[in-house]
């Protein structure tokens, strides 16, 4: 977060949470350009677009983000629906990239 944001447990007013909110969606923004410049990458090394689409690593994600939720003490169903949502969209960018780079 920005230094100007509270951290949740000193919020002491709306203004703070929705502060702290958008400093933390700012850096999910940044964090999410890195993730899908990894999708820019497999989209780059894939050799066949047959091969974008990966449901057994799909799946691994998905767990993989449901136990990390769980040692953060979050609700695992509420993250793996996120990133349901977040791996098809990145599936979704891979097969854009793919299609544009060899056009």
């Known amino acids: 977060m920005s230094e100007a944001a ?18 933390t969606d700012a850096e999910l923004v940044q964090l999410l350009a ?3 410049g990894y999708m820019r990458a497999a989209a780059r090394i894939k050799p066949s677009r047959d091969v974008v689409r990966d449901e057994v690593r799909k799946a691994q994600v998905i767990a993989n ?3 990390h939720a ?17 791996v098809e969209q990145s599936i979704a960018y891979e097969f854009d990239i793919w299609d544009a780079t060899r056009d």
Do not use: I, K, S, Y
């Open 34 to 36: 890195r993730r899908f």
């Open 65 to 67: 983000v449901a136990a």
């Open 6 to 23: 509270l951290t949740p447990d000193t919020c002491q007013t709306m203004q703070d949470v929705r502060a702290g909110v958008d400093a």
């Open 70 to 86: 769980v040692a953060a003490g979050l609700p695992p169903e509420r993250l793996a629906a996120v990133w349901e949502a977040l």
